[in-house]
Each structure stands twice: as structure tokens, then as C-alpha cells.
């Protein structure tokens, strides 16, 4: 198959990959993905997946938000494979194909939990240092 080149135009010859490249494209992939979590909505979306699929409409009657913000951030999870559809009827339904992807979520959770919990401690000891210099 031919590959188009800086310019667009198409070779014959097949495009070699470097080792590099190929990290380069997976750390790329990465980032994509993980762009595609960086949404408060579309975080919100996923973890209502996790109790089932659910069609566009119960989705955005459990946000709360416009059915167009809605519809624009599942298509982006839906770019990345993060959802899955079927039709049932004229209905579409969602539903998170890899349950991995809330083991994931459970993974930051925890881990934002200890920053929090960091960050907790350290306000006390400010707030404790206030107490002992007579600031409150």
C-alpha cells in the first residue's frame, strides 16, 4: 500500500517505520486517548455508563446538558473506541465496550484521593501554624 509523503503525494515505495517512530505514534495514541477523557461531561457520561448502556436521551436527562453537547462528546468517545453503539429501533444506545475503562477511572480516582488527602494535611498544618502564631 502507498503512503502519502510530507507533501501528500503518494510513493510507491511502502513507508518504513523506525522503532522511534513507532513509540513516537504509541505515546501519540496515548495522549489521544487520554485527550479524550479530559472532559468533565464526558466524564460524567462514562461513569452513568457504568450502571448499563443508556440511549442519548437518558443521558442528557441525567446531565442535565443540551442535547447537542451531549451528541458532540459521545462522538468524541466514540472516535477513540471509548463507546459503542447499537440501534434499537430508531434509538441509538451507548455503552462502554471494555469495562477496563472503569478499573481505569477506580486507578485515578484513588490516586487523586491521595493528592487530596496530601493536600488536606498540608492546609491543617498551615491552618495549625496560624493557631500557634496567634493569626486566628
Same mark, same amino acid.
Given at each position: 500500500?502507498? @503512503?502519502?509523503?510530507? /507533501?501528500?503525494?503518494?510513493?510507491?515505495?511502502?513507508?518504513?517505520?523506525?522503532?522511534?517512530?513507532?513509540?513516537?505514534?504509541? /505515546?501519540?495514541?496515548?495522549?489521544?486517548?487520554?485527550?479524550?477523557?479530559?472532559?468533565?461531561?464526558?466524564?460524567?457520561?462514562?461513569?452513568?455508563?457504568?450502571?448499563?448502556?443508556?440511549?442519548?436521551?437518558?443521558? @442528557?436527562?441525567?446531565?442535565?446538558?443540551?442535547?447537542?453537547?451531549?451528541?458532540?462528546?459521545?462522538?468524541?468517545? /466514540?472516535?477513540?473506541?471509548?463507546?459503542?453503539?447499537?440501534?434499537?429501533?430508531?434509538?441509538?444506545?451507548?455503552?462502554?465496550?471494555?469495562?477496563?475503562?472503569?478499573?481505569?477511572?477506580?486507578?485515578?480516582?484513588?490516586?487523586?484521593?491521595?493528592?487530596?488527602?496530601?493536600?488536606?494535611?498540608?492546609?491543617?498544618?498551615?491552618?495549625?501554624?496560624?493557631?500557634?502564631?496567634?493569626?486566628?
Amino acid at each position: 500500500m502507498t @503512503q502519502p509523503d510530507h /507533501r501528500g503525494a503518494f510513493s510507491t515505495m511502502p513507508r518504513q517505520h523506525s522503532r522511534g517512530d513507532d513509540a513516537e505514534r504509541l /505515546r501519540q495514541f496515548k495522549a489521544e486517548f487520554f485527550k479524550a477523557l479530559a472532559n468533565p461531561l464526558r466524564i460524567r457520561m462514562l461513569e452513568l455508563l457504568r450502571g448499563g448502556p443508556m440511549s442519548v436521551t437518558q443521558i @442528557q436527562e441525567a446531565t442535565g446538558a443540551p442535547g447537542s453537547s451531549v451528541s458532540q462528546q459521545l462522538a468524541v468517545l /466514540r472516535s477513540r473506541n471509548i463507546l459503542a453503539t447499537e440501534r434499537r429501533g430508531t434509538t441509538i444506545i451507548y455503552r462502554v465496550p471494555d469495562p477496563e475503562l472503569f478499573e481505569l477511572l477506580d486507578v485515578a480516582r484513588r490516586i487523586f484521593d491521595a493528592h487530596l488527602s496530601d493536600t488536606i494535611d498540608l492546609l491543617r498544618l498551615v491552618d495549625g501554624e496560624a493557631v500557634v502564631a496567634g493569626e486566628r
